[in-house]
């Protein structure tokens, strides 16, 4: 009645008032809870615990099934950069990475236009088969893969013998200075669906009024991806550079174990192939742990990298 006849609130209303605005909040409160503890749990076991343990097993000389550890300081990561194979790994590392960002970004990209600016009848069934290969297992990639490369019932092979006299017998992951090379069509055919659907999302949300203006203008279909498209999309597309190089440095280990094993000659090694060979073949674990921090450090530089190459003004919607 107070508020009716334009009085303030008394006292118990006052009250009445803070509790109610204490249960809110205590609501809101206990729903985000909800939902931040458990990832936070799961985050912690997952990957802090792993993080600081391999950082601490660094340091000590271990074979992974003793119980006995021999603190020896940083002489793992002395020995580490004294090795070799350890910077060719990185260099095959950053080749993928490279080789992947382009190869994929590009097809993807490609793709994404072509799908969404012209009007294909059949732009449904093309989504889905190039993303075919995202649910594919990509042990079964590999395998795959192997097949097509294999010098004797291999796809490619009978393909170029149809253009020759000879049967072509290339063994392609045969080569030490070249084979690294025949990881990149596996890898980059496995990851343009799903960075094309991502582009495609984001390519349905530009207003069709941009480019009909754009048309009005006399811009053509090439002007108009400089102009419009790109920049509009230039967000998703900085994310998905950022996701492939993240799971390239992180996650090349199963495609290259399955197809090379890290040869021939340790040419194709990558630092997550090394760090297993070092850990469950030639039972060093402390040395293994001391690659799992390299591969950590170097994935955070160049995210920070990549991110301040890439920055540039936010174009919005208006």
Request: charged share 10%.
């Amino acid at each position: 009645m107070a508020r009716a006849t334009g009085h303030p609130p008394n006292l118990h209303e006052r009250k009445v008032n803070v509790m109610n605005s204490g249960s809110a909040k205590l609501q809101r409160t206990v729903f985000i809870a909800s939902f931040i503890v458990p990832t936070l749990l799961f985050f912690s076991v997952f990957t802090i615990y792993p993080t600081i343990k391999a950082l601490y097993f660094s340091f000590f000389d271990w074979s992974g099934m003793s119980q006995t550890k021999d603190f020896i300081g940083f002489d793992n990561y002395i020995e580490m950069f004294k090795d070799p194979i350890i910077w060719r790994a990185i260099g095959n590392d950053y080749f993928l990475v490279l080789g992947k960002i382009i190869g994929i970004m590009a097809l993807a990209t490609f793709f994404a236009v072509a799908l969404t600016r012209f009007n294909f009848k059949l732009a449904g069934f093309f989504r889905s088969i190039f993303f075919i290969p995202n649910v594919i297992s990509v042990v079964v990639i590999g395998v795959l893969w192997n097949f097509i490369y294999n010098p004797q019932i291999g796809f490619l092979n009978s393909f170029l013998s149809l253009f020759t006299k000879d049967q072509v017998t290339i063994t392609w992951l045969g080569f030490a200075d070249h084979t690294i090379w025949m990881l990149l069509p596996p890898a980059i055919w496995a990851g343009i669906g799903f960075y094309m659907l991502l582009l495609i999302a984001a390519i349905q949300n530009i207003p069709e009024s941009y480019y009909e203006a754009a048309s009005l203008e006399g811009s053509g279909q090439w002007r108009q991806f400089w102009t419009i498209t790109l920049p509009l999309i230039w967000e998703q597309m900085k994310v998905s550079i950022l996701n492939i190089m993240m799971t390239t440095l992180n996650g090349s280990f199963v495609i290259v174990w399955i197809m090379t094993e890290g040869g021939p000659d340790n040419s194709t090694q990558v630092m997550g192939t090394y760090l297993y060979q070092m850990a469950f073949r030639q039972y060093h674990f402390g040395f293994a742990s001391a690659i799992g921090v390299l591969i950590l450090v170097l994935s955070l530089l160049t995210t920070v990298v990549l991110q301040r190459l890439m920055r540039q003004e936010t174009v919005e919607l208006g």
